[in-house]
C-alpha cells in the first residue's frame, strides 16, 4: 500500500511523507517481536539466532543511500542457508522545508532499491521493494555483509531532510524453515552535513 500525505503548516513549511506498509501473513498489526515465527520454536533461539548490528550509509551524489549492513545467523543445529531476502516495507521521507523539494514528487520514482548484494552475491529485484540474494551453493551460519542502495525523492543539495524506513530481513534454509527480522532506520540530514546520520531501530517505525 503506497500513501502520500502533505501536510503545509502557516509557515508554508510543509511535510511530505511518503509510506510504503507491506503486510505479510506472519505479522499481525499489533505484533511487537522483531522475530517473526512461521512455524512455532523453529526461529527462537538457539534453534536460529538472527542479530543485525549498527550499520554505515554513503549518501551518494546520484539521489540514492547506500546501507551497509551485516546480517548475523547462528544456527543449533547447524543448517544451511540458500537464500537472504531483504523487503524494504515502510519508507518516509520529511524534507526540511518545502523549498527543498524538486519538481519531481511522484512516489514511484523513490523509495525502491536500485541494487545490492548480500554476502558477495548479487541481489535481484532493483526498482522494487524486495531484493534478493539466491546462493548457488547453501551457506553455513555466519555474518552476511550485505550493501542496499535506495533511491530518494529529488532534493535541493543544502537543504535538511529526514529519511526513516524498514527492511525485513528473510533467511531462508535447506531445511524450507523462513526466519525473519525487521530493522528499522532513522537518518537525518543537515544542511551542511554530505551524509545522513544513521540510527538503527528494531521492529516496526
Same mark, same amino acid.
Given at each position: 500500500?503506497?500513501?502520500?500525505?502533505?501536510?503545509?503548516?502557516?509557515?508554508?513549511?510543509?511535510?511530505?511523507?511518503?509510506?510504503?506498509?507491506?503486510?505479510?501473513?506472519?505479522? $499481525?498489526?499489533?505484533? %511487537?517481536? *522483531?522475530?517473526?515465527? #512461521?512455524?512455532?520454536?523453529?526461529?527462537? +533461539?538457539?534453534?536460529? =539466532? /538472527?542479530?543485525?548490528?549498527?550499520?554505515?550509509?554513503?549518501?551518494?551524489?546520484?539521489?540514492?543511500?547506500?546501507?551497509?549492513?551485516?546480517?548475523?545467523?547462528?544456527?543449533?543445529?547447524?543448517?544451511?542457508?540458500?537464500?537472504?531476502?531483504?523487503?524494504?516495507?515502510?519508507?518516509?521521507?520529511?524534507?526540511?522545508?518545502?523549498?527543498?523539494?524538486?519538481?519531481?514528487?511522484?512516489?514511484?520514482?523513490?523509495?525502491?532499491?536500485?541494487?545490492?548484494?548480500?554476502?558477495?552475491?548479487?541481489?535481484?529485484?532493483?526498482? $522494487?521493494?524486495?531484493? %534478493?540474494? *539466491?546462493?548457488?551453493? #547453501?551457506?553455513?551460519?555466519?555474518?552476511? +555483509?550485505?550493501?542496499? =542502495? /535506495?533511491?530518494?525523492?529529488?532534493?535541493?543539495?543544502?537543504?535538511?531532510?529526514?529519511?526513516?524506513?524498514?527492511?525485513?530481513?528473510?533467511?531462508?534454509?535447506?531445511?524450507?524453515?523462513?526466519?525473519?527480522?525487521?530493522?528499522?532506520?532513522?537518518?537525518?540530514?543537515?544542511?551542511?552535513?554530505?551524509?545522513?546520520?544513521?540510527?538503527?531501530?528494531?521492529?516496526?517505525?
Amino acid at each position: 500500500m503506497r500513501k502520500i500525505i502533505v501536510m503545509k503548516k502557516i509557515s508554508l513549511l510543509f511535510t511530505l511523507i511518503v509510506s510504503w506498509t507491506l503486510i505479510f501473513s506472519q505479522v $499481525t498489526e499489533n505484533t %511487537t517481536n *522483531n522475530i517473526d515465527v #512461521p512455524v512455532k520454536g523453529c526461529c527462537d +533461539p538457539p534453534n536460529v =539466532t /538472527i542479530n543485525i548490528p549498527a550499520g554505515t550509509s554513503v549518501l551518494n551524489a546520484d539521489n540514492t543511500i547506500t546501507l551497509s549492513q551485516n546480517i548475523q545467523v547462528n544456527t543449533s543445529p547447524v543448517k544451511l542457508i540458500t537464500s537472504i531476502q531483504a523487503e524494504l516495507n515502510y519508507f518516509e521521507f520529511i524534507p526540511g522545508s518545502e523549498d527543498c523539494l524538486a519538481c519531481n514528487k511522484n512516489s514511484i520514482t523513490f523509495g525502491n532499491f536500485i541494487k545490492g548484494t548480500i554476502s558477495s552475491t548479487p541481489a535481484v529485484g532493483s526498482g $522494487t521493494h524486495v531484493m %534478493t540474494s *539466491n546462493f548457488t551453493g #547453501p551457506k553455513p551460519p555466519g555474518t552476511f +555483509p550485505a550493501s542496499l =542502495t /535506495i533511491s530518494l525523492p529529488p532534493v535541493v543539495k543544502c537543504c535538511e531532510g529526514l529519511v526513516r524506513w524498514c527492511i525485513r530481513y528473510v533467511i531462508t534454509f535447506d531445511d524450507c524453515t523462513v526466519c525473519t527480522k525487521v530493522v528499522c532506520y532513522e537518518k537525518k540530514k543537515t544542511a551542511t552535513d554530505s551524509n545522513f546520520n544513521l540510527t538503527t531501530k528494531s521492529g516496526k517505525p
